[in-house]
């Protein structure tokens, strides 16, 4: 079958919202600095579970309607403000004309909840006598109507809908770590063979909820010792440090943004994914068999690992796997920004995209000891994901 | 000889088997006699008790033994995909030649899986997630946390049928499994793949789900008819019945599928997309993203209003989305409006909500190749503001070559989908 002509995709717009604050800059700043810097751990809120809390925002200014703000939970709109964050780097804020063809891709979980009344009716539903009647009176009345809208997955790219105008396609993909892989692997797809010429991609995670730790702590996955990079957890018996992040790409095809004036920060020049059951070295074979595709192309010494990391032990001796044999200098982005699920990777996309646009990476990551110094120039960035549970992709992020 | 390449240079992609769940039953016949005989599937909840519901009838699938949505879910997704695989005669056992697009609802802990947590903290009084958090440490819950996991479900199908690569999961509110399609479609047509396996599937109508929905006042209260609470057009609509289900459909380039000897059930010729900004749940008061979307399609399609002859209707049967999908329909199909078959097969299965996509773009396939368009059941009194023919009652014979399936969901999702007999 004739495949369409590739064309050339490149990243020209990146909003990103994290523990160490807003933009790419900030991140450049903190990841640069010293501990308290880029250690900004809330131990305290959630104790003794531990969170990697987003900064403080101004919503206002990406999300100017307070009926909008009002409307969302925070994973929306930390989502949607750094969707915002996104067009106004890439210069498309309020361009309806191009809003109109853009075509976004979310990879969202779910929202909150309302952990009062969850609280009220378990504790009603133990001393009820008819527990099933009494669920649905209070599911009936305690329930706040408008909190469905916060807590349905693809509600999230409508608010960037109706706040942003983004309307050309609007597709909420589902899976953890993966959907955020897949996220992407499919706008740069899409973009490659003409399916569009922009698109929005990312996805937002909420940490500072008491039902995202819980759910990771039905599998003992938290890291509740005292903060430590993700590679050292393992010996310790593992674990992940949550947390909040919102992450936007903008993905165009080169000739679209040269016609308009638009100025690259990046080349996106693939994106595979993969799932292993996980059985007789089947996902360190599908990470081998992912990095055999980019490697080919990989200027030697000239290449930083961006790595999704999570701190649960089995998912990073995955990754050791193929890290150790390649010997690349890494950088574990989650040690210091905290695990963010679905969001993990349109954030190290952008992370990666900040090192090759400025041709230097950042120092190993909290200060690990497992990541390599690297004062060579920078050209090429491979950001790598294995899910805690699922899901193993990788990506090449080259300088123009 | 027809076309391997569209009109617009791209792969023709063609459906090669195809499987579904619902509430009327399992499989294509016993769901295509029962639909075109004009039977409901809409029934009284029995599934939880339903004292101090506001809606207590639903179109659940009651047949399939469960633990819970996901578990469901997965279950109908599987008997669905099952019958497509098997119709396809694609692939070995286990080992289908593409990747699997599943349209499925969001998933999350439900009261049980509370309760259970709130037990193992030991404390029955002023529970808060504190407490939950210290019953969940206190026990092993690995495999809960699996279960709800939103890939799960996901998971669990791509070792069923042995599908490629990482499977997508999807969630558009109730446009779900149509953009399940529209993604395997364009998966096809970039050359990525030759063949898909296309899952919708939707088994969380729990209490909660259906409280949700209640409390936005969606739901059609007639709960002392049930089979006749979903009347999708009609002046006396008062909402849709939630309801489960699960569709499938077999993707392949017409090359792939010519190849190897299958034979072709149809053909999904475009695909059209444009969502809404004008508010959370309610459409454009113009209209204008609803006809935006079905014009996309015709042209990605490569074809007129005048070449349509059938609209699968969304039809949900709520008093808003009804109006303006009339409106859209005017608007894109003007003169020949009247000249085109309009029914809704929410009338009889309810809306399946992240299944239903897939499960309607089945059963529009299914009224091409059979020349039997089901009805819109529960038509007894006509909206003087819906001018359509809306195959009132009872299925009717007509030659259909190509129709529309629309989908329309909260968060300003439309998605509409131009499925066709054979390759031109």
């Given at each position: 079958m004739a495949i369409a002509p590739e064309r050339e995709a490149w990243i020209t717009g990146i909003g990103l919202v994290s523990a160490l604050g807003e933009g790419l800059d900030a991140h450049w700043d903190a990841l640069n600095g010293d501990r308290e810097a880029w250690l900004k751990l809330d131990s305290t809120t959630h104790a003794p579970y531990q969170v990697h809390p987003a900064v403080a925002l101004d919503l206002a200014k990406q999300i100017p309607d307070r009926g909008d703000r009002r409307q969302m939970e925070g994973w929306q709109r930390l989502g949607t403000y750094a969707a915002g964050l996104a067009l106004e780097n890439a210069g498309v804020k309020g361009q309806d004309d191009l809003l109109k063809s853009m075509h976004m891709i979310v990879a969202a979980g779910g929202g909150e909840r309302d952990y009062a009344v969850d609280g009220q009716i378990l504790s009603g539903l133990e001393a009820s006598n008819e527990p099933a009647k009494f669920l649905n009176e209070r599911l009936m009345n305690d329930?706040?109507?408008?909190?469905f809208l916060a807590q349905l997955s693809n509600l999230l790219a409508g608010n960037i809908s109706i706040v942003h105008g983004v309307v050309g396609s609007s597709r909420t993909f589902m899976g953890e770590e993966m959907a955020g892989v897949d996220a992407v692997r499919v706008a740069l797809g899409r973009c490659h063979a003409s399916q569009g010429d922009i698109f929005l991609v990312g996805g937002a995670y909420s940490a500072e909820r008491p039902d995202t730790i819980l759910h990771f702590e039905l599998g003992h996955m938290n890291w509740t010792r005292p903060w430590v990079p993700v590679w050292e957890r393992p010996k310790d018996g593992g674990g992940t440090i949550l947390g909040s992040v919102g992450a936007f790409l903008v993905i165009e095809a080169r000739e679209h943004a040269e016609k308009r004036g638009a100025t690259p920060i990046a080349k996106l020049s693939k994106v595979s994914s993969d799932r292993a059951r996980r059985r007789d070295g089947d996902a360190e074979h599908s990470m081998a068999v992912q990095w055999n595709e980019i490697s080919p192309g990989l200027i030697p010494g000239a290449t930083i690992v961006v790595s999704g990391a999570t701190g649960v032990s089995e998912a990073v001796a995955i990754e050791r796997d193929i890290l150790d044999q390649r010997r690349v200098p890494t950088r574990a982005?989650?040690?210091?920004?905290?695990h963010s699920v679905e969001a993990t990777f349109p954030a190290n996309v952008a992370l990666a995209a900040m090192m090759v646009a400025r041709g230097e990476a950042v120092p190993p990551i909290g200060g690990s000891k497992d990541e390599a110094r690297m004062t060579r120039k920078v050209k090429q960035a491979v950001v790598t994901s294995v899910g805690h549970w699922r899901g193993e992709g990788m990506a090449l992020v080259e300088a123009i | 000889m027809a076309h391997m390449k569209d009109k617009h240079g791209r792969p023709v992609v063609v459906v090669t088997g195809m499987g579904v769940v619902t509430s009327l039953g399992q499989g294509k016949d016993e769901n295509w006699a029962k639909l075109t005989a004009g039977q409901s599937g809409i029934h009284t909840i029995t599934r939880f008790p339903i004292e101090g519901l506001r809606t207590t009838i639903a179109g659940t699938v009651d047949f399939v033994p469960f633990d819970n949505a996901p578990d469901l879910t997965t279950k109908m997704a599987a008997l669905a995909g099952a019958e497509a695989v098997g119709e396809a005669k694609i692939g070995a056992e286990g080992k289908f030649p593409g990747p699997l697009f599943l349209g499925m609802p969001p998933v999350e802990l439900e009261w049980p899986q509370r309760q259970d947590l709130a037990r193992a903290s030991g404390k029955s009084a002023d529970i808060t997630y504190t407490d939950i958090l210290k019953g969940a440490a206190a026990k092993d819950f690995s495999a809960m946390q699996t279960r709800f996991l939103f890939g799960s479900v996901g998971d669990a199908l791509a070792d069923r049928f042995g599908t490629k690569g990482a499977p997508i999961s999807i969630s558009t509110a109730c446009a779900t499994g149509a953009t399940a399609i529209q993604l395997a479609v364009e998966a096809i047509r970039r050359g990525e793949t030759e063949a898909a396996l296309v899952i919708g599937a939707d088994g969380s109508a729990n209490q909660e789900s259906l409280v949700r929905f209640s409390l936005l006042s969606a739901l059609s209260t007639r709960n002392g008819d049930p089979t006749a609470a979903a009347r999708p057009f009609s002046k006396d609509r008062d909402g849709f019945v939630m309801a489960e289900g699960a569709g499938a459909l077999v993707l392949e380039s017409f090359e792939h599928a010519t190849a190897r000897g299958a034979s072709i059930l149809g053909v999904v010729e475009g695909c059209g997309e444009m969502a809404d900004s004008f508010h959370r749940t309610r459409s454009s008061p113009d209209g204008a993203p609803i006809i935006g979307c079905i014009r996309n399609a015709l042209d990605d399609a490569g074809v007129t209003p005048a070449d349509v002859q059938y609209v699968n209707a969304h039809g949900t049967s709520t008093p808003e989305n009804d109006k303006m999908e009339y409106v859209g329909l005017a608007a894109v199909f003007g003169d020949h409006l009247p000249a085109i078959a309009v029914s809704s097969n929410k009338s009889m299965i309810g809306h399946t909500l992240s299944a239903a996509g897939a499960i309607e773009a089945v059963f529009t396939l299914m009224t091409i190749r059979s020349g039997i368009i089901p009805p819109t059941i529960n038509h007894t009194e006509a909206d003087p503001a819906i001018k359509m023919?809306?195959?009132?009652n009872v299925a009717r014979k007509a030659t259909v070559t190509r129709a529309i399936s629309n989908s329309f969901g909260f968060g300003g999702q439309n998605v509409c989908l131009v499925l066709a007999a054979e390759p031109a």
């Open positions: 329930l706040r109507p408008t909190l982005t989650g040690s210091v920004i905290g | 023919d809306l195959v009132p």
